[in-house]
């Protein structure tokens, strides 16, 4: 893992980087509405079907589009202005949302209503977060990454943080529609951010053409570059030919580069572990600690806290030992997770919760600064896509395997399951590092 090119860590020169600062907070008001959204929905649905295989297919209807929709969302994230595209994508979601609030305020919702929202909101996060984290390359000098990826995570976190401390107040008194509206005015507001942050187009091979760069040295735009449409490219750029082609391009960049696989499916391991876990978090809320949506929105807020430390810590914790501090942070998941359902009090869970948002936070700054600093820019939505479809993949499948266990088997064997997938974490990890080792020195980003 390199540490070297991403391990200066100076919050007020990011935040001078303009721009950053509306990505931040749209990122901060982006995740605040989708961690109510999402807590409210799974609680709405355990309370009206009591059924956790019912839980568990919302996260499948969430992650299913990954398994389709990356592979072309990662060249169209390589070929047009990701800002562009972060505002096109937080606008549809934000009708979608608003549409549904309104069906559940009206007291017309139908579960397959609230089920087709959920799946159309897959299909925006299946471009959404890999569109953002090619955004944050962009824009942010490679000797900052690492502080990038931290303060972005606590934006994350902290959206996250605020509305685990909210979810369950909000939902006692406003109920599933308020929800709703909430989070869809978060997407609008993210919307507006996203548009603030720079002028002009800049579509992603701009950032190396070196006119453009003489000619403005900042995110900003040429001044001779207008504000046109979103696809904007050759007559044949969006060809059935290209985008195979594309995709082919990126296949190829990863089999040549295993040691960013390995980093890539270590990190899908950990986002398949974190949104598959709350299809149990909720059942061990409601069914073991009898603590009610107040009580899981606690254990959330305690996930989201740690984040945001785990986030704080990263920095200095990579310029010593990275590749310990990453095994060690998913080996705790693992075992952390297996022993879970022994927690018998609400204040353990969400201690427990506390550290496991620390250990994610660390790894995943870990494992995608690493990745920022060797990919080349040109080629990071269609990496990221790629690791997204490993992580939905696995997301499929445990959310059902996860939903099964815990209805038909036992809690605790569907949190031993979940263990096991971040030992898959664990075991890329290592591989990750043996190739770290075996290379003197960290592979040189390809040109652009």
Not at 195 to 201: F, K, N, P, T, V
Request: hydrophobic share 55%.
């Amino acid at each position: 893992m390199a540490s070297d090119p991403t391990s200066t860590l100076d919050w007020k020169a990011l935040f001078r980087v303009p721009g950053f600062p509306f990505f931040f907070f749209a990122m901060f008001v982006s995740l605040f509405g989708t961690g109510m959204n999402f807590a409210g929905v799974t609680w709405y649905v355990l309370g009206s079907t009591h059924s956790t295989v019912k839980v568990s297919l919302i996260v499948i209807l969430v992650t299913l589009p990954g398994l389709v929709v990356p592979p072309f969302g990662g060249v169209l994230i390589d070929r047009v202005d990701r800002r562009y595209l972060g505002v096109t994508l937080d606008a549809a979601r934000a009708v979608i949302v608003l549409g549904t609030a309104a069906l559940a305020y009206a007291g017309r919702l139908t579960m397959w209503e609230l089920y087709s929202m959920v799946f159309l909101l897959g299909i925006g996060f299946a471009v959404y977060w890999s569109t953002t984290n090619a955004l944050v390359q962009e824009l942010v000098p490679k000797e900052q990454l690492l502080t990038a990826n931290s303060t972005v995570l606590i934006a994350v976190q902290g959206g996250m943080t605020a509305a685990g401390a909210l979810v369950g107040f909000m939902y006692e008194r406003a109920g599933l529609a308020g929800i709703l509206g909430i989070d869809g005015t978060t997407y609008l507001i993210s919307a507006i951010c996203l548009l603030l942050l720079r002028h002009g187009y800049r579509a992603p091979q701009d950032v190396h053409d070196a006119r453009l760069l003489s000619a403005a040295p900042t995110i900003e735009a040429a001044p001779d570059m207008s504000e046109p449409s979103l696809l904007r490219g050759d007559e044949d750029a969006f060809s059935a030919a290209g985008v195979l082609a594309d995709i082919a391009e990126g296949l190829r960049y990863l089999q040549q580069q295993p040691r960013v696989l390995a980093l890539g499916i270590t990190y899908a391991c950990m986002m398949a572990g974190v949104i598959s876990a709350n299809v149990l978090v909720v059942a061990l809320a409601k069914d073991l600690l009898a603590a009610g949506p107040r009580g899981y929105g606690y254990i959330e807020a305690g996930w989201a806290i740690g984040a945001v430390a785990g986030g704080l810590l990263a920095g200095r914790l990579a310029r010593r030992n990275p590749h310990s501090v990453l095994v060690l942070a998913l080996a705790t998941l693992a075992i952390g997770h297996t022993l879970f359902p022994y927690a018998r009090t609400l204040a353990t869970a969400v201690a427990m919760n506390a550290l496991f948002g620390v250990c994610r936070a660390l790894g995943g700054v870990l494992t995608q600064s690493s990745i920022m600093a060797t990919v080349p820019r040109r080629l990071m939505g269609r990496t990221q896509s790629a690791f997204s479809v490993i992580a939905t993949v696995m997301q499929v499948i445990m959310s059902f395997a996860l939903g099964w266990f815990a209805q038909h088997v036992a809690l605790s064997a569907a949190f031993l399951l979940l263990g096991a997938i971040y030992g898959g974490g664990v075991i890329a990890a290592l591989r990750a590092r043996t190739l770290s080792m075996s290379s003197p020195e960290t592979p040189t980003p390809a040109p652009g």
